[in-house]
């Protein structure tokens, strides 16, 4: 639990560390409303409720190591940090919902290729496919006395299937760890910057129009940064995160609109909500104000 008595790092199943990433997300909210001497202490609060977990056990009892250290450090006392750092726990707390609940459910799928198995060894005439790999591992290992089994090569597809969908389920849940990391823009010449400013304002404009404000706050979004980069104001590069961008930006005078737009899109177009028209028009305002 995220409580100001935590000391000890430990390991946690996925249901234990969802809840710690909740209660950690209603320490931000409770921080952002606070005032500025109340904030440092919930902002600490929260720093040590990511640290505490150090790894997670998944449902087939192996543990996945955890190093919150990188969010932890992000973690500020200003609204704009508070607000970044509400957009990298609802991140995790996505990414945990997906582990917890993934998209198919691995014992029925093992009980589907078991059924299947057991219906192709009672079947009188074999299937082609079979019959081919069968052919295929006979000239593999030519022997006069070489025999298969009966049904080792069905077992051995439904075995080679069964690993296929650990390893695939494995995968989700390792996406615990992972940053979600974006292109901030297209890789190219000054010139295809431009191009492509012009395009992300159009684009915007038109998401607007349409009822998109989560398009139209994307667009908004890359255009600021697109034409700033247009202006040579911006060193970028094709993966920068959103911490490197800003520190590239330290310099402008306009580096805290430039946060705060970066805050609204994160939490808009990452978060677990979507946007409204009213957040797509400040969109609008914090982009013409970064390129101003």
Request: proline share 3%; no cysteine.
């Amino acid at each position: 639990m995220a409580t100001a008595g935590i000391t000890n790092a430990d390991t946690v199943d996925l249901a234990a560390y969802r809840s710690r990433l909740r209660d950690a997300r209603t320490l931000l909210l409770q921080a952002r409303v606070a005032t500025d001497a109340q904030r440092p202490a919930l902002v600490e609060r929260v720093r040590t409720a990511l640290l505490q977990t150090t790894g997670v056990r998944t449902a087939d009892g192996s543990v996945i190591a955890l190093d919150e250290t990188r969010t932890a450090r992000r973690l500020a006392t200003t609204t704009a940090g508070i607000d970044a750092g509400l957009a990298d726990v609802d991140q995790l707390i996505a990414i945990t919902d997906r582990a917890i609940s993934p998209p198919f459910n691995v014992a029925q799928a093992n009980a589907r290729l078991q059924s299947f198995a057991v219906a192709e060894e009672t079947r009188s005439g074999s299937n082609d496919l079979l019959s081919a790999i069968g052919s295929f591992l006979a000239r593999l290992f030519p022997s006069a006395d070489a025999r298969l089994p009966p049904g080792s090569l069905e077992l051995t597809l439904t075995i080679a299937g069964v690993a296929l969908l650990i390893v695939v389920a494995a995968i989700l849940v390792r996406g615990v760890r992972e940053r979600i990391r974006r292109e901030t823009v297209q890789p190219g010449a000054h010139a295809e910057a431009a191009a492509s400013a012009g395009a992300q304002l159009a684009a915007a404009e038109r998401a607007a129009l349409s009822g998109d404000p989560r398009a139209a706050l994307h667009a908004f979004y890359r255009y600021a940064i697109l034409t700033l980069a247009e202006r040579r104001l911006l060193r970028y590069e094709p993966s920068l995160t959103d911490r490197e961008l800003l520190e590239r930006a330290s310099s402008l005078p306009q580096v805290e609109t430039l946060r705060e737009l970066i805050s609204l899109h994160d939490r808009a177009w990452f978060g677990l909500k979507g946007a409204t028209a009213e957040e797509a028009d400040h969109a609008r305002d914090l982009a013409d104000r970064a390129v101003a």
